[in-house]
């Protein structure tokens, strides 16, 4: 039972540069999430979707961009990074017919952009 | 203000006490309330959660919901070396997206 899976664990950028943290989930889940965690600060929502071609802005959502093709994948796509994008990555999932809205995370990507 | 405020920790105590930890909220809509548990280099978990007003228990833990006081615990009897972690507590309102809102979690260490 995989559940939430993403790829890379480990990444380190050049300022500039670009990349996609992959994230897929093999539980039929339509609600998806991407998430950043910073020392001391908590998960900041950076975007979600509620379903395939669906997706909307979170809470900090500049310098990145997100994409919904199909149920299980929900890509996050940093573009021209920069320093303060150094954090740690976070996907997530839940089933949207669940009122307690329990969301079920991957292991996470750490990302550091020198 | 944030809408949810934790105290980051680090909290220490030693092996067999009761922990408490503790979060304030600012937004009355919240109805459902949730305490994730994340070790070192790891996602979140969820350990718990209540809706609404109320005490919850589950083996050695216990949340409670203070609605009037827009306050949530949990306590940890017994603790173990293994309850070493970052506890996040986390809100919804149960509408938008189901979205969720975290504090910024407590750093817990058990002393064997």
């Known amino acids: 039972n995989a559940g939430v899976t993403q790829t890379p664990k480990f990444r380190i950028l050049k300022i500039g540069q670009s990349m996609t943290l992959q994230c897929t989930q093999d539980m039929n889940h339509n609600y998806m999430y991407w998430y950043r965690q910073d020392p001391g600060m908590g998960l900041k929502l950076i975007y979600y979707s509620v379903g395939a071609g669906i997706t909307d802005k979170g809470e900090v959502p500049n310098g990145y961009n997100v994409s919904r093709s199909t149920t299980e994948d929900f890509p996050l796509r940093l573009e021209l990074a920069a320093p303060s994008q150094t954090s740690v990555y976070f996907c997530a999932s839940t089933d949207s017919g669940r009122a307690e809205n329990i969301q079920y995370f991957g292991a996470g990507t750490r990302l550091s952009v020198l | 203000q944030k809408e949810v405020e934790q105290d980051p920790g680090p909290l220490s105590v030693p092996e067999g006490a009761i922990v408490s930890l503790n979060c304030t909220y600012s937004?009355?809509?919240?109805?459902?309330f949730m305490w994730y548990r994340q070790y070192s280099r790891k996602g979140p978990e969820l350990l718990m959660y209540t809706y609404s007003s109320g005490n919850k228990e589950d083996g050695r833990f216990t949340a409670q919901v203070d609605k009037s006081s827009k306050y949530i615990s949990l306590f940890i009897r017994d603790s173990q070396p293994s309850d070493s972690a970052t506890y996040l507590c986390a809100m919804s309102d149960g509408s938008s997206a189901s979205k969720i809102i975290f504090g910024s979690g407590t750093r817990l260490s058990i002393r064997p």
């Open positions: 937004n009355s809509a919240f109805q459902y």
